[in-house]
């Protein structure tokens, strides 16, 4: 690793890249220092041939010019200092993935910083840097709302092995509303003189959307009343200028998309409905661009949705469920729609819990304000079929209905990979 001697050199002769009595080049110090000394005095004027890697020093300027032209009158040269630059150089090469400024939300999950991380070094002279295998040491600071301040953070402080050459850190937890600095310091383990560093600048914003309220329970009837053609509600959150998103889908293709302006709002205090006043039109949906696509079929349909603010956006934690849509002439008559919806699966569950939350769900009966429908419940226990359980029930239309189970599974293990797979199909929907 490079450390440089600070002594004087000794004379004309000796070899810059290595003081013999510390084993190490002399610094830019001496270096300038020697060569001050060798002026003084002596010559007023210089010249470097970097041909030769040699500096010339004349009594003046006429003299140097003659020498320029002609370089053969070394009688012209009053001293000449030969530079010798094989010495090795060393480097911490940081390399972002991205822009080092960085816009987040307060309610995302994460905020990771990542860059790659090598150490390297050279012979002067040569263009190519190679990686040296050294590990290299982390320490971070936060600069809280840019006070001036850094405060280490010690428990992401770690080493980085040459062999993964990559840091990925999570700064949220560190970071409040507001804009603060992560500085990263860098050194190598086994030499603390070589070092570097890079600084994040990250804006935490508070923008956030979830559901509030949410009636997608009730089906979007093309010839029912306006006051249940909406999607929502959302409780929407944020002092900065936001757009909402949705996005309507099936499985295999998005099929509407709108947007509007929610402005400035810190919080809207009631549940916010995306409806035909908003342009909501699903028998004549646009895309994003504001292509006119296909009027959507009666069916059962995707919805997603987030907020964005300039380059900020809420997309990867958005809010996703689905909906019941009913096409014009589809809501009455013999042939109507019949559709069942899901929505708020659940996530863990106990074995012995005697009313395990599945899911919710709602049906749609054409005509009819109730119907009834069969429920299959299949437990898949580290990817095998259990027993199936069959429920028959009638349940009113256009109503969020709680499908809760009795888990009783026999087994020794204390840790099992359970999955549920539910079933709802009509089963002689009634008719008004």
């Given amino acids: 690793m490079a450390k440089y001697s600070d002594k004087p050199i000794p004379n004309m002769n000796a070899d810059w890249s290595m003081d013999i009595t510390t084993g190490r080049p002399y610094s830019g110090r001496s270096v300038q220092e020697f060569i001050k000394s060798q002026l003084n005095g002596k010559a007023s004027a210089g010249w470097f041939d970097s041909t030769t890697m040699t500096l010339y020093l004349f009594k003046d300027e006429v003299a ?29 090469r940081v390399t972002p993935v991205g822009s080092t400024t960085i816009n987040a939300t307060i309610n995302q999950d994460e905020v990771r910083l990542e860059m790659g991380l090598q150490a390297e070094s050279r012979e002067l002279g040569e263009a190519a840097w190679n990686a040296t295998g050294q590990d290299i040491g982390v320490r971070v600071y936060v ?31 560190y970071l409040p509303a507001g804009t603060s600095r992560i500085r990263f310091y860098f050194y190598a383990t086994n030499d603390t003189s070589l070092s570097a560093s890079i600084v994040w600048n990250v804006t935490m914003a508070e923008m956030y959307i979830e559901e509030w309220g949410n009636t997608w329970y009730q089906a979007l009837v093309e010839n029912g009343s306006d006051n249940n053609y909406h999607l929502g509600g959302f409780k929407i959150v944020g002092t900065i200028v936001k757009t909402l998103h949705i996005e309507i889908s099936t499985t295999q293709s998005i099929v509407a998309s709108y947007s509007r302006d929610i402005g400035s709002l810190e919080a809207i205090e009631s549940p916010f409905f995306f409806s035909r006043n908003e342009g909501l039109d699903l028998s004549s949906p646009v895309s994003s661009s504001g292509d006119s696509l296909p009027a959507l079929a009666t069916g059962v349909y995707n919805v997603k949705v987030w907020l964005t603010s300039g380059n900020l956006s809420t997309e990867d934690s958005a809010i996703l469920y689905s909906i019941m849509y009913v096409a014009p002439g589809d809501e ?54 259990g027993a199936t359980t069959t429920i028959e029930t009638e349940v009113f239309t256009e109503t969020k209905q709680v499908l809760n189970h009795n888990i009783n599974l026999v087994t020794n293990s204390t840790n099992l990979s359970i999955r549920y797979r539910v079933a709802i199909t009509p089963l002689n929907f009634q008719e008004a």
């Fill in 143 to 173: 600069d809280a709302n840019n006070t001036g301040s850094y405060e280490e953070i010690p428990a992401l402080a770690r080493t980085v092995l040459s062999s993964a050459g990559f840091l990925s850190v999570d700064v949220k937890p």
């Fill in 332 to 385: 009455i008559g013999e042939n109507g729609a019949k559709l069942v919806v899901m929505n708020n699966s659940g996530n863990d569950v106990n074995n012995y819990d005697e009313s395990a939350h599945l899911c919710d769900y709602a049906i749609y009966n054409a005509g009819a304000s109730s119907g009834s429908i069969t429920v299959t419940i299949t437990p898949f226990i580290a990817g095998t079929a």
């Fill in 64 to 92: 140097k010019s003659e020498f320029i032209d002609d370089t053969t009158k070394m009688e012209l040269v009053v001293g000449s200092i030969p530079f010798n630059f094989e010495m090795t150089q060393y480097r911490i």
